[in-house]
């Protein structure tokens, strides 16, 4: 029997053992809905903190059930671990870490990197390693397969590599880890097989394509499709504001055609890990092929420019009040990137909170799911949001459209509201004292 035979074989009577590296956002469900399958489990992480809290059977991720977490370490089939050195006893190892950008907006490939160096020791004949970490095209065959085949393994005969990116939604009420569609490229065709054979016992529907290269082309284009789409629609918002006409009547209406055409909504800007950061990967990879991604740096120049805009705004609503925005009093809801998550990543109501001290501003923020944040070395606490309260500031600043919120108070206790996510509407709340994005 095959080494690839023997691995497929392990996966169908879940022999095989499982190592998850980075349990964050994407690390942390892969890993419960693996042991749920049956799989025996490692969470390998840099933060001793999340290592304990998963040991103690204690959940840190919104999108992952605290009842199953627990049940799961209470059983045995869930553990965390700092010590790489428990790669040398599993059959699968999947790299779960973050790719942000640099300060020059290029890839920052070190927590890849970090972990491919930290395993190397400890990789075996045997094994599939697989990347969901999502990065540019030809990262796997460049970067990881080399390593992985130092100590003279052969890919595709005794060690495989794949990559499938992660699809992950914080806050979906009905698509997450599992039953959402899972693409997998290998480095080669038997690769692709043992990668599929171990992700089609732990996820609902794999979609197999031709390549690792051609799966990681598949994810900077899901996310290149919305950055695009939401840039469109962020400039029309301008076109609107420059022509008097309501951005949101326009989409809606617009919406309403059943074919040929798909709503996208405008914001204060981008936020989440992959929509701001992922095309950037794109753009810097065709680079060295001599070719200029013009969509995607238009996208990204109109899409990173929004925070600004939203403050341009304020500044003519305070100038139509002959007052100024130094000195006033502004209160943010929502820090959040999106409703009802508590994740903060690249949110752009951090970006206005910042825009708006510069300018003078004292600034507050009330968000149910982000109780505090960091701001350079202190910390910031959401307020308590109550009438007293709201009748303090001179502007409410609607930035991210929370479900859980009591906009009614919101209204009728707020001098003036400026709804950029347009939630007062959605939520069929009107009041002469809403100014819409």
């Known amino acids: 029997m095959t080494i690839k035979e023997q691995l497929i074989e392990m996966f169908s009577n879940r022999q095989a053992k499982v190592a998850v590296i980075g349990l964050g956002y994407v690390g942390l469900p892969l890993a419960v809905e693996a042991a749920k399958a049956g799989y025996q489990v490692i969470g390998i992480e840099v933060d001793s903190n999340k290592v304990n809290l998963v040991n103690q059977g204690k959940n840190y991720i919104g999108d992952v059930k605290d009842e199953e977490l627990n049940q799961l370490v209470s059983n045995g089939k869930l553990r965390a671990t700092l010590d790489y050195s428990e790669i040398q006893n599993v059959e699968v190892v999947a790299i779960t870490v973050p790719t942000p950008l640099n300060k020059t907006g290029d890839p920052d490939m070190q927590f890849i990197v970090s972990a491919l160096d930290k395993m190397e020791p400890f990789v075996h004949q045997g094994m599939l390693v697989t990347l969901e970490s999502t990065t540019y095209p030809g990262t796997t065959n460049e970067l990881m397969v080399p390593q992985l085949t130092r100590n003279g393994l052969k890919i595709g005969v005794d060690i495989f590599a794949s990559f499938s990116p992660e699809r992950v939604d914080p806050g979906n009420p009905i698509y997450h880890t599992q039953n959402t569609p899972k693409v997998v490229g290998g480095s080669t065709s038997d690769c692709c097989e ?244």
């Open 194 to 437: 043992v990668a599929i054979s171990f992700y089609q016992t732990v996820i609902q529907n794999v979609v197999r394509v031709s390549s690792a290269t051609a799966a990681e082309m598949v994810k900077l284009y899901e996310n290149t499709f919305r950055a695009i789409n939401i840039g469109l629609v962020n400039e029309l918002a301008i076109i609107c504001d420059v022509l008097g006409t309501d951005v949101w009547e326009i989409v809606n209406a617009a919406a309403t055609k059943p074919f040929g055409f798909m709503p996208f909504y405008p914001g204060p800007g981008l936020g989440g890990h992959c929509i701001p950061i992922d095309p950037s990967y794109l753009a810097w990879k065709l680079r060295f092929h001599n070719y200029r991604a013009k969509f995607i740096e238009l996208a990204t120049e109109i899409n990173g420019h929004m925070p600004e805009y939203v403050i341009q705004r304020i500044i003519r609503i305070f100038n139509n009040l002959q007052r100024s925005v130094k000195g006033s009093k502004i209160l943010l809801m929502g820090m959040a990137y999106k409703a009802d998550i508590d994740d903060v990543r690249e949110s752009p109501a951090l970006d206005v909170m910042i825009l708006l001290k510069k300018l003078g501003a004292t600034v507050d923020y009330y968000d149910p799911h982000v109780p505090s944040i960091r701001e350079e070395n202190h910390s910031i606490q959401s307020i308590a949001l109550t009438s007293d309260k709201l009748n303090e500031y001179d502007l409410v600043v609607i930035t991210t459209d929370h479900k859980k919120v009591d906009y009614q108070l919101v209204i009728d206790h707020s001098k003036l509201i400026f709804d950029t996510r347009n939630a007062l509407q959605k939520l069929g709340y009107k009041g002469n004292n809403v100014i819409k994005l």
